[in-house]
């Protein structure tokens, strides 16, 4: 075995490993990622511990398709780095490998972590110090995504008591949920995000430090806060995360200006917005089951558009429209100036903001009457996509044209380059002779 300068805690306060043999759980190498199992192989081939980690294992164990194997192991990043020449080294408050294969799959590999001092109660605290498996085990969120695979064996290793609570269908913090959600506040997010996508019950401990401390996520940077509800709202499980969110508060700590919409008791608001988010889990379920092209929707500006459209909805009661364009206008500006103001103080990306608030602004085609034929040119512009699709969301119609026909987004037409007219050669060699005399 290797020499690592881990500095592991005294075994007394370790917890003993549940080892579950290969014939008492469900987990096959049938339904691993061949590439994850090359990464394994050879990690445990040259004398280092190699498990599956994470979600990857939580997912097998349910029955589902894992959407990323993660590989944790006691080999240095720069170890794991010799091992694989298609890797690099990435990360500042955790250095982990990403090992490349084709089509562009990555397989991370982290190095096993040490546990945090117990008596700093420091945010954020620095992760580059490296452990053991068990307090690898005890760094983590909640005890479902703290179970391990080992190719050695093939058993499943749980420290934490996660077995048991994927049985029982609970989200349980590891350890003292106070303390985990404190040090980082955007486990906050995780505990509802497994809660709604597993269908799983909060426990109660896990429950009440979800709503202490789902304010302190405005200390953590806000690129970490922005990609984590991205993933909420993209994972598949939208509806019943919008749900859950509203209920422990966690919705309004993230976006507050929806809290006068979304937060009484029966809005009807909240629960257009969870039809619409239904419809985009419906859409996210039937592309992750057939090959979609890359920029096939939902995208990011489509499911921001779904997820605030009843706010818009709403906040757009007492505003009076003209017919017409001016009244498309005034629409178009109604919602480039609200919009931005909902999301805050999440920082969406400005592509992502640009795109839905254009997006948006085009449902003025069908809410503001008398628009007459829609325009060649909008139909040209590289939105236009998303606005069809957000209007088959929304039940729209903002494509008429000529008897009815519904318009196709076409490319930008180009100008013919004009053809420059040349000289004969005879004139232009006398021009050439005439400029030499001269």
């Not at 490998?97 to 700093?120: I, P, W, Y």
């Amino acid at each position: 075995m290797n020499p690592l300068a881990v500095h592991p805690l005294p075994e007394a306060n370790l917890p003993e490993p549940r080892i579950v043999p290969r014939g008492d759980h469900g987990v096959s190498r049938a339904n691993i990622d061949p590439d994850a199992l090359k990464v394994l192989y050879r990690l445990h081939r040259h004398g280092f511990l190699a498990y599956l980690v994470g979600g990857s294992v939580r997912d097998l164990l349910l029955g589902k398709r894992p959407k990323d194997f993660d590989v944790g192991t006691d080999a240095h990043p720069s170890q794991v780095q010799r091992l694989f020449r298609n890797s690099r080294v990435i990360g500042r408050r955790f250095r982990l490998v990403q090992v490349f294969f084709q089509r562009g799959k990555v397989v991370e590999v982290s190095t096993f972590r040490r546990l945090a001092d117990s008596d700093d109660d420091a945010m954020l605290q620095a992760n580059n110090t490296f452990g053991t498996p068990a307090e690898d085990a005890l760094r983590r969120d909640i005890t479902i995504n703290a179970l391990f695979y080992n190719i050695a064996d093939f058993s499943v290793v749980d420290y934490v008591g996660g077995l048991d609570d994927l049985r029982a269908g609970l989200i349980r913090a590891v350890g003292d949920a106070e303390v985990r959600f404190h040090r980082d506040p955007v486990r906050v997010m995780r505990a509802v995000r497994h809660a709604a996508r597993a269908g799983f019950t909060l426990t109660p401990d896990t429950l009440e430090a979800v709503q202490r401390h789902r304010e302190e996520l405005a200390l953590c940077p806000p690129s970490r806060i922005r990609d984590e509800l991205m993933r909420d709202l993209k994972g598949g499980a939208a509806a019943k995360w919008l749900e859950l969110a509203h209920e422990t508060g966690l919705l309004y700590s993230l976006l507050p200006a929806l809290e006068p919409i979304y937060g009484p008791a029966g809005s009807p608001a909240r629960a257009r917005a969870r039809e619409l988010l239904s419809r985009v889990d419906q859409a996210l379920a039937q592309n992750s089951s057939k090959e979609v092209a890359k920029d096939a929707h939902p995208d990011d500006p489509f499911v921001v558009a779904a997820l605030l459209w009843p706010a818009l909805e709403e906040l757009a009661r007492d505003l009076t429209l003209e017919p017409g364009r001016l009244g498309r206008a005034a629409w178009s500006n109604f919602v480039r100036d609200t919009l931005p103001a909902l999301t805050a103080p999440v920082s969406f990306a400005r592509r992502v903001m640009e795109r839905a608030t254009q997006s948006g602004g085009l449902m003025g085609l069908a809410l503001v009457p008398g628009r007459g034929r829609l325009p060649k040119k909008i139909a040209q512009k590289g939105y236009f996509a998303d606005a069809l699709a957000l209007a088959e969301l929304l039940g729209l119609d903002i494509t008429p044209g000529d008897e009815g026909q519904p318009v196709t987004p076409t490319a930008p037409r180009r100008r013919p380059r004009r053809r420059r007219r040349r000289r004969p050669r005879g004139e232009a060699g006398q021009a050439g002779e005439a400029g030499r005399e001269a």
